[in-house]
């Protein structure tokens, strides 16, 4: 899935890979997956919350989040199989919309982060129309992140206390 926006064969393969792909709106039955996703080593790593999160500090988060009109989570799933790929969140701001995104850790090393980002950011417009602009924090060191986010179109704003910021 490298080079993936480079050129007409390699979106052709794109769209056929995205109809491979649904999104939907994270509920509560999702809550003990995005649980052991955040948990997981390398989320951790590459997030900025790197400790262990405990399932009663996640469940307040969780269903705060959920009833939280300016936080959008969408669940990015296998249209055949029904099995999740990834979360992918949108915090709303005062001047810009944030999205991130947590793999499955057994979907990672697929090609699934690109074509999800894709996915959940056209969803998230098409239920939520905003001209403020949407926003990417990544750790500088997250180079599987930094490289989806660009493949998406992400540009690079700045570079700050370990972080990179883009702008789609």
């Known amino acids: 899935?490298?080079?993936?926006?480079?050129?007409?064969?390699?979106?052709?393969?794109?769209?056929?890979?995205?109809?491979?792909?649904?999104?939907?709106?994270?509920?509560?039955?999702?809550?003990?997956?995005?649980?052991?996703?955040?948990?997981?080593?390398?989320?951790?790593?590459?997030?900025?919350?790197?400790?262990?999160?405990?399932?009663?500090?996640?469940?307040?988060?969780?269903?705060?989040s959920l009833s939280n009109a300016d936080c959008c989570i969408f669940i990015c799933y296998l249209a055949d199989s029904g099995d999740k790929v990834c979360i992918v969140r949108f915090n709303i701001k005062k001047d810009a919309v944030f999205v991130s995104i947590n793999l499955a850790p057994t979907m990672r090393g697929k090609g699934f982060a690109k074509p999800c980002l894709k996915k959940a950011i056209d969803f998230y417009l098409e239920n939520n129309p905003s001209t403020k602009p949407i926003r990417a924090k990544i750790k500088s060191d997250n180079i599987v992140s930094l490289k989806s986010f660009e493949g998406v179109g992400f540009v690079y704003l700045r570079e700050d206390d370990g972080a990179k910021y883009f702008e789609l």
């Open 1 to 64: 899935m490298e080079g993936l926006f480079l050129n007409n064969k390699n979106i052709k393969n794109l769209r056929v890979f995205m109809d491979s792909l649904n999104v939907r709106f994270a509920d509560i039955g999702d809550i003990k997956d995005i649980f052991t996703w955040q948990n997981d080593e390398l989320s951790r790593q590459m997030s900025f919350t790197t400790d262990l999160i405990e399932w009663e500090e996640h469940s307040k988060w969780y269903a705060s």
